[in-house]
């Protein structure tokens, strides 16, 4: 079945690096996602990262993945007062039509 | 500009009288889906569409129901909602479902539901 687990809070002053972390149970995961949720808003797609990767680099963003703890981790370089939002990691599956959300990590940043 | 529309933002209604809230992307997209988030639970899916006139439940599908009459729409509808669907809810689409999933969702802003 899935099941995504995250932390809920981190508070990171600016400029410092920040990381949020996730664990997944179902190992046929595909692909799997980070999603940012500013206040009043809807999900935005950060990153992916495709399930025979190890690491994606996407400016400020680092993505790693250790499949076999089924843990996935997200790493924000430089964090700006912008970044204060709540964190989603996602799973999806092949041939499934879902995405499964963690419960989201929030990150509040201390100017 | 590309993105999922939802209305209204904000609803307070009473228990019971029956409520639609629309959704609508100019993607093209074939898949959408609808979720509520809620404190302590993260998102859970309510509903999805892979294409018109394709729906199926998600995982909490209890006292919602859908309709995909045309590619872009999308509406959720509560025939007699209860406190308990009091929630924040989010419509999203993409280009396909689950197996092209590289493509991501797009999400609407939100509309937050009180019911009383």
Sequence with gaps: ?111 | EAQVTQNPRYLITVTGKKLTVTCSQNMNHEYMSWYRQDPGLGLRQIYYSMNVEVTDKGDVPEGYKVSRKEKRNFPLILESPSPNQTSLYFCASSLYGGRASNYGYTFGSGTRLTVV
């Design chain 1, 1 to 111: 079945g899935e099941d995504v687990e995250q932390s809920l809070f981190l508070s990171v002053r600016e400029g410092d690096s920040s990381v949020i972390n996730c664990t997944y149970t179902d190992s046929s995961s595909t692909y799997l996602y980070w999603y940012k949720q500013e206040p009043g808003a809807g999900l935005q797609l950060l990153t992916y990262i495709f399930s025979n990767m190890d690491m994606k680099q996407d400016q400020r963003l680092t993505v790693l993945l250790n499949k076999k703890d089924k843990h996935l981790s997200l790493r924000i370089a430089d964090t700006q007062t912008g970044d204060s939002a709540i964190y989603f990691c996602a799973e999806t599956l092949y041939g499934n039509n879902r995405l499964a959300f963690g419960k989201g990590n929030q990150v509040v940043v201390i100017p």
